[in-house]
């Protein structure tokens, strides 16, 4: 499911009317759906069922400590890239023991914090890393849990910026490098403990093949470590796609999940299906990395148009949230459904550019687009901005950064306050 769909006419999240939350909070608001996020998380923990498994939430899709909270009393695990998301981990009520920790630059406050939390694992990137994190651990007199992320050189066949598992990609160890990097940690590295594996090919995956590949590449080799260094587990990373373009109603799962395997490439039953009999017989605890496929669907950017502007050329529908709200359109060719929250009375269309306010011609959220002609002060929203949306936020052009709301059935809970012009320049002299 995702939870939103039209009710006589308005568009809702849920139990509540969004044109109401637009109205009460102002725009641009981030709204997201509790439910969706909850089926999501179910859903391939179900899928999953065959094999000892974590679902381990990938927090830079979207850190805010409602969401996490939400995951943590389901029992989720955590994969955080940075100190800062083990704190809002912590403070949501997350259990460090179940976080990994990922990214290719730790600092060095970061991995004496992360020890003293005592997370499961440190996911490490580099030979250079691993000796770095022996000896803070030495330091600190501990032992520190790690695993390498290997590079198994596959192709993920999406966008160049969120593909990860090619060589020449700056993340992980080449596959051919990784046996000797664990018999060089076990004879030169005494304050690490190696516990599992690791890879994370790349986000958006929307075909099952590279994940298959992939596997099937890098099982001998989580074999081989298990039996030579007693690894525990295997993390397959994240990076199951979404469905971004389409109507309101291909926007879900439920409806993903009902199409035939042509047309439907990649679900979460499928997921587990070509998987679970591949990972199973290795007897390792399986972690997998979700974090667009969680949230993703379960979020929107509801944004007013100010201004109708009609150009020599093109037609602008002048919006209040920007590239500063809500990147992905111009980071990486994102692609966000525009509905009005008003149901369109017709069919009728008009092709325009949706653009903000921000000094950037990027500053776009579709272009040539055939949409309804919705008018100056009606609300439309962003579908499927639950990911790597807010996050992403900046105050680029001084602009404070939007609220969050969190619905659940028919209550909404603001989870993030709007920014004030204070909070703007809190901090400055
Ligand atoms: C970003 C990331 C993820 C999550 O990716 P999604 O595409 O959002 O599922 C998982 N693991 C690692 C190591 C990542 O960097």
Redesign the pocket.
């Known amino acids: 499911m995702h939870g939103f769909s039209y009710k006589n006419g308005s568009l809702y999240c849920e139990d509540v009317d969004l044109a109401t939350l637009a109205t009460e909070y102002g725009t641009p608001l981030y709204v997201y759906s509790a439910g969706t996020i909850l089926d999501h998380y179910r859903r391939l923990d179900a899928a999953l069922a065959g094999v000892n498994h974590e679902v381990a939430y ?1 927090v ?2 979207n850190s805010n400590l409602s969401v996490l909270r939400l995951l943590a009393n389901e029992g989720a695990g955590f ?1 955080i ?1 940075s100190g800062g998301e083990l704190y809002r981990v912590i403070k949501a009520g997350g259990d460090p023991a179940h976080c990994t920790f ?2 290719v630059g730790k600092t060095r406050d970061e991995i004496v914090y992360a020890l003293e939390q005592g997370i499961y694992s440190f ?1 490490v990137e580099s030979e250079e890393e691993l000796r770095y994190l022996n000896e803070v651990a030495g330091e600190l007199g501990v032992i520190a849990p790690a695993a390498v ?1 290997v590079n198994p050189n596959v192709d993920a066949h999406t966008h160049k910026y ?1 593909s ?1 598992g090619k060589s020449e990609n700056k ?1 992980g160890v080449d596959f051919g490098a990784i046996a000797g990097l664990y018999e060089r940690a076990a004879a030169e590295m005494p304050n690490i403990r190696m516990r599992g594996l ?1 890879m ?1 090919i ?4 929307t075909s099952i093949a590279p994940f298959i590949e992939a596997v099937e590449k890098v099982a001998p080799l989580a074999r081989e470590l298990k039996e030579r260094h007693g690894i525990e587990f295997w ?1 397959i ?5 979404i469905i971004y373009k389409g109507s309101l109603e291909s926007g879900s799962v439920e409806w993903w999940e009902s199409q035939t395997d042509e047309e439907r490439p990649l679900t979460t039953v499928r997921y587990g299906a070509e998987l679970v009999p591949r990972l199973k017989e290795l007897g390792l605890k399986i972690l997998v ?6 949230v ?1 669907n379960a979020g929107v950017l509801l944004t007013r148009c100010l201004f109708e502007k009609k150009g020599a050329a093109k037609t602008f529908k002048i919006v209040d949230a920007g590239m500063n709200d809500l990147i992905r359109p111009a980071l990486y060719e994102g692609h966000h459904e525009i509905v009005p929250l008003k149901q369109p009375a017709t069919d009728a269309r008009v092709t325009v550019d949706v653009v903000g306010p921000i000094c950037e011609s990027g500053d776009f959220f579709c272009q040539n687009r055939e949409l309804p002609d919705f008018q100056p002060g009606d609300t439309v929203a962003l579908m499927s901005a639950g ?2 949306g807010f996050v992403m936020a900046s105050n680029y052009n001084s602009r404070p950064l939007p609220a969050e709301i969190l619905v659940e059935g028919s209550t909404s809970t603001v989870v993030r306050k709007r920014q004030s012009l204070d909070d703007l320049i809190d901090g400055e002299l």
């Open positions: 990938a830079k899709a994969d890239v990922a990214g996911n992320r969120i990860t993340f690791q994370h790349g986000s958006q995956l993390s990373g994240g990076g199951i796609g990395e979700p974090g667009r496929f969680i993703g990911a790597y």
